[in-house]
């Protein structure tokens, strides 16, 4: 059974610490997935998704706080009660399969919910656009569910249940310079398939063998079924590129 906990310290969730973050050889890894939901305004498409990132001019705090803003997070109906007061979206129900490079396979029932929010006075950053850029009133929720005991290798993240109405759209990683000092999401090498609902990383890459993956359900409507049956592409937080 999943526990829940509740956290608001969101800089020390994303991560920002001064301590470096190196597993051992043979430690487990952990896999955290933060689920966003993109509405048609003003989100129909990665093209769309893609012009968000850029108003941040190559700033990946802002870009993250940016498209967290446009697609809130989105949590199971059963913990929506546990959610933060930051702007998200309703609950709803969807589900994922993780399986590590031994065949370890767990969905969200083996998650552990996270509950947390982002406010502007934690990232010193605009994310509202208001010219404030450390309102401590202004908060996103970053509620995600964690996948412990994974080995650090090879890892499979696969979308089995999106929302009813919509599909998989897009993935980010969260910047560097939230995370833990000496970890780097990027050196998983996560690479997603939004075909297959699917993303693919590598924990040994990371040295604290956890990566934070930001998945973005864009609605499945006419405006978006005309995109390409197939979009795969490489997450990087190195200005948030996406390579087709």
Not at 100 to 117: C, H, I, N, P, R
Not at 138 to 153: E, P, T
Request: net charge negative; glycine share 8%; hydrophobic share 40%.
């Amino acid at each position: 059974m999943r526990r829940s906990i509740a956290l608001v310290a969101a800089t020390g969730l994303l991560l920002v610490s001064a301590i470096p973050a190196f597993a051992d050889t043979g430690d487990k890894g952990k896999v955290m997935i933060m689920k966003h939901a993109c509405t048609e305004e003003p989100v129909k498409n990665q093209a769309d998704f893609d012009a968000i990132v850029a108003k941040a001019a190559g700033d990946e705090i802002t870009a993250l706080a940016l498209t967290v803003l446009a697609c809130p997070t989105i949590v199971l109906t059963d913990d929506g009660a546990a959610q933060t007061d930051g702007v998200k979206n309703a609950p709803v129900d969807f589900d994922f399969t993780v399986t590590d490079s031994g065949g370890f396979k767990q969905t969200l029932a083996d998650a552990e919910f996270v509950s947390a929010k982002l406010c502007e006075s934690d990232i010193k950053r605009d994310a509202n656009g208001d010219g404030n850029a450390e309102d401590p009133n202004v908060c996103l929720d970053i509620s995600h569910y964690m996948f412990k005991d994974l080995a650090a290798g090879e890892v499979t993240v696969v979308e089995t249940s999106p929302p009813n109405g919509w599909k998989f759209g897009t993935l980010l990683l969260t910047p560097k310079a939230l995370q833990a000092s000496g970890s780097d999401d990027a050196l998983t090498g996560a690479d997603f398939d939004a075909a297959s609902s699917t993303v693919t990383l590598d924990l040994a890459g990371d040295p604290d063998n956890d990566a934070m993956l930001h998945i973005y359900n864009f609605e499945k409507s006419p405006a978006t079924d005309t995109l390409p049956a197939a979009r795969q592409a490489t997450a990087r937080t190195g200005g948030l590129r996406f390579a087709s």
